[in-house]
Nanobody
Framework: QVQLVESGGGLVQPGGSLKLSCAPS????????MYWVRQAPGKGLEWVSI????????YYADSVKGRFTISRDNAKNTLYLQMNSLKFEDAAVYYC???????????WGKGTLVTVAS
């Protein structure tokens, strides 16, 4: 069955960096666009970034553009999110998600918590 396991979250000071990873299984990773989304405490889901199958096309929410970088290694079956210049408002649970077609996401991981505090 499809599984997505995120890792790499933790506590970081404002201005710091973290790199999240997502390990997918149960499907052919290289055939699917992949997402990162996040949910801050008390708020709804926010789309963060998306990457195409080959990794050459990437898109970002305005809130993270220029600070976050999505990437993938299809040979290692891994999705990444490099987060730099972190702000208090970046604190959230971060999820990777598999593209379900027609701008939907059909499978999610359990998330990894990013805390930004001084």
């Amino acid at each position: 069955q499809v599984q997505l396991v995120e890792s790499g979250g933790g506590l970081v000071q404002p201005g710091g960096s973290l790199k999240l990873s997502c390990a997918p299984s149960g499907f052919t990773f290289s055939n699917y666009w992949m997402y990162w989304v996040r949910q801050a405490p008390g708020k709804g889901l926010e789309w963060v970034s998306i990457i195409n199958t080959g990794g050459r096309s990437t898109y970002y929410a305005d809130s993270v553009k220029g600070r976050f970088t999505i990437s993938r290694d299809n040979a290692k079956n891994t999705l990444y999110l490099q987060m730099n210049s972190l702000k208090f408002e970046d604190a959230a649970v971060y999820y990777c998600a598999k593209d379900g077609g027609f701008n939907t996401m059909d499978y999610w991981g359990k998330g990894t918590l990013v805390t930004v505090a001084s």
